[in-house]
């Protein structure tokens, strides 16, 4: 099947998302002095941005890519969860299973980016310090907001029922796991256990809790830190990189593996028909890498919606290192349109 017959059919296809919600707020201003309080930099807000984070922008990926998507998750009862389910509702992704826990804030993290290149000297009364360059784009702090508590066994079961009575429905399955306490080993089996007997491939962006409980599922798309950390062993080398990937693709009896790799690209893992490990490595597409925040969403969202349209894993990891080669050329979580990759597809 050709790359450009596939991305078309994205439109026809509704994706389940389930994770760790998240509001991403961008705080942008400039830096010229140092505060005569203490030794630290005063930041002028010029502007400010929210946006979509964690399983939020999965869903947001997959509908700007033309599909259907349905979000399933945990919000605080606070203005943040307001805010951000209206931001969903207006994109046409499906909120009727958010739930609200009363226990727990809405997650939220704040990203505080100079947005000109300012510099400056501090004055004798402060030692002669001088202040720093900071270059646009510069990530001065990040401000998290949140609980990593699990939810209650009510919520829990709850969430499971609304997954497994909606999942006939869906052509491929996300789970967007960022470790803030909603996924479990339970409700993966359960996930695992469904989608299996309805023929449903489930990808899953994985994070470190509960990276090897997600045995059976059909796709894992770690980077390669969190692989490192998984297996606690160091990627030196291509020969140290399959030496992971075969376990992890083994270990949880995967159907295909893509560690994401940064500027290197990313690797697909995954068994032929004679057993026989076969591993391919695909070189970034990216020329301009201006911010990697939520790339990994966008891997993972495009990796879905090919294999949703019944493609195989090599196709999927050649249109997911395409859609993230353009995504990292965007500022802050942003999303890929199916005219860019139709665009960009001669750099597989």
């Given at each position: ?113 100079v947005d000109a290149d300012t510099t400056g000297t501090i004055n004798s009364f402060n030692s002669g310090l001088e202040l720093t360059r900071y270059n646009q784009g510069h990530h001065l702090l990040r ?206």
């Amino acid at each position: 099947m050709k790359l450009n017959t596939i991305i078309p059919q994205f439109q026809n296809k509704k994706v389940m998302v389930i994770g760790d919600i998240i509001v991403d707020e961008y705080i942008w201003g400039e830096v010229n002095r140092i505060s005569p309080e203490a030794p630290v930099p005063i930041f002028e807000k010029t502007s400010e941005k929210t946006g979509c984070g964690g399983a939020a922008n999965v869903a947001q990926n997959i509908v700007s890519l033309g599909a259907r998507a349905e979000l399933i998750g945990v919000i605080g009862k606070d203005r943040d969860g307001e805010k951000l389910v209206q931001m969903l509702n207006s994109m046409g992704i499906g909120t009727a299973e958010i739930c609200i826990d009363v226990q727990r804030p809405t997650s939220k993290k704040t990203r505080v980016i100079v947005d000109a290149d300012t510099t400056g000297t501090i004055n004798s009364f402060n030692s002669g310090l001088e202040l720093t360059r900071y270059n646009q784009g510069h990530h001065l702090l990040r401000i998290d907001q949140e609980s990593k508590q699990e939810i209650s066994a009510i919520l829990r079961e709850h969430i499971s029922r609304s997954i497994l009575s909606r999942m006939d429905e869906c052509d491929a399955i996300i789970i967007s796991d960022y470790d803030k306490g909603l996924i479990s080993a339970e409700l993966i089996q359960s996930v695992v256990i469904k989608a299996k007997s309805c023929n449903i491939p489930t990808i899953v962006d994985p994070k470190r809790n509960n990276f090897w409980n997600y045995e059976g599922i059909t796709a894992l798309t770690p980077n390669d830190k969190e692989a490192c950390a998984a297996t606690q062993e160091m990627i030196n080398d291509v020969s140290h990189l399959i030496s992971v990937g075969e376990k992890i693709l083994d270990d949880l009896s995967l159907s295909a593996l893509l560690i994401t790799r940064d500027a290197k690209g990313m690797s697909l893992f995954q068994r032929g028909p004679d057993g026989v490990l076969q591993v391919e490595h695909l070189p970034s597409t990216s020329s301009d890498v201006v911010d990697v925040t939520g790339a990994g969403d966008t891997v993972t969202a495009v990796f879905a919606l090919t294999l949703a349209v019944q493609s195989d894993y090599r196709t999927a990891a050649q249109l997911s290192n395409i859609a993230g080669g353009i995504v990292v050329g965007k500022l802050g979580c942003a999303t890929v349109k199916p005219e860019e990759m139709m665009l960009n597809l001669d750099k597989c």
